[in-house]
């Protein structure tokens, strides 16, 4: 079974489709194959589906849509060449408590970014920055927009949603990191301008912001942009700026337009020069 998550679902088995159009079939198979090869309780489904407060009746509709399930994955399964011996109910599970879908040996595109995200990340251990930046921006790309783009979401799979975003923004993080300490400020710029619009709050990509326009010869742009979360933070937090941004800010205001301090920055931020 090949399973597409990062984007809009699409679900196959032997090449043929099994993603139904309905809203509510497509989350329990967007369920289903988040916890593929272990098993999701009914109460977890319901709860997903219906929230707090199922109707009466919950379990049968439910089973119902298991059901129409099992017949896209028996179309499928009819497909190929040559007979098959597997069964719907072989690949989608009734098991004591819930149902469990049995993946196979086929692709997930989750899968393959938690392996190149976490090759990218032992990359940048090693202080390897060209092959952390060559990994990271491999497994980035396999995001075709926001996880389960299409699928209507209860509260599971808002969460998970959420798990799998903030994954996202790791791998980015790392990748915009390692491609600073390869001298690419210029080039991230366009892409920093964006990000720090769309996540106001995110201090290490605003910390990534300042750097490459201070190392652009922007010195007056960088300060600005700090000022400018910390009144964001201030306002709808009620928080200062963490003092590893601080301290990268002292840095590039002390920094005369030629002069680079020797360090700036703790922790993940680079430092300035």
Request: hydrophobic share 40%.
């Amino acid at each position: 079974m090949d399973i597409d998550i990062l984007g809009t679902l699409a679900v196959r088995e032997k090449g043929v489709s099994i993603t139904p159009t309905a809203p509510k079939p497509r989350q329990v198979l967007a369920l289903l194959t988040l916890g593929a090869d272990q098993v999701v309780h009914v109460d977890t489904l319901s709860e997903e589906l219906w929230g707090a407060a199922p109707p009466r009746s919950a379990r049968p509709t439910l089973q119902t849509y298991i059901l129409q399930l099992r017949e896209l994955i028996t179309v499928a399964l009819g497909s190929g060449e040559g007979e098959e011996t597997r069964s719907a109910k072989d690949v989608l599970l009734t098991v004591p408590g819930g149902y469990l879908l049995k993946s196979g040996q086929g692709s997930s595109d989750v899968r393959e970014f938690e392996r190149l995200a976490g090759m990218g990340y032992r990359a940048m251990d090693a202080e390897e920055y060209p092959e952390a930046a060559r990994l990271l921006r491999e497994a980035l790309a396999l995001w075709n927009g926001p996880a389960l783009a299409d699928v209507q979401a209860g509260v599971h799979l808002q969460t998970q949603v959420k798990r799998l975003e903030e994954s996202r923004l790791c791998a980015l993080d790392q990748r915009i990191e390692a491609d600073l300490k390869l001298g690419r400020h210029r080039e991230l710029l366009a892409e920093l301008t964006v990000l720090v619009s769309r996540y106001p709050t995110h201090e290490s990509l605003c910390g990534q912001y300042m750097l490459a326009l201070y190392r652009s010869g922007r010195r007056g742009e960088a300060l600005d942009a700090y000022q400018r979360l910390r009144a964001t933070l201030v306002r709808t937090l009620g928080l200062e700026p963490s003092t590893a941004l601080g301290k990268l800010q002292r840095s590039i205001l002390m920094a005369g337009p030629e002069g680079v301090p020797p360090a700036a920055g703790s922790g993940r931020l680079t430092a300035i020069g």
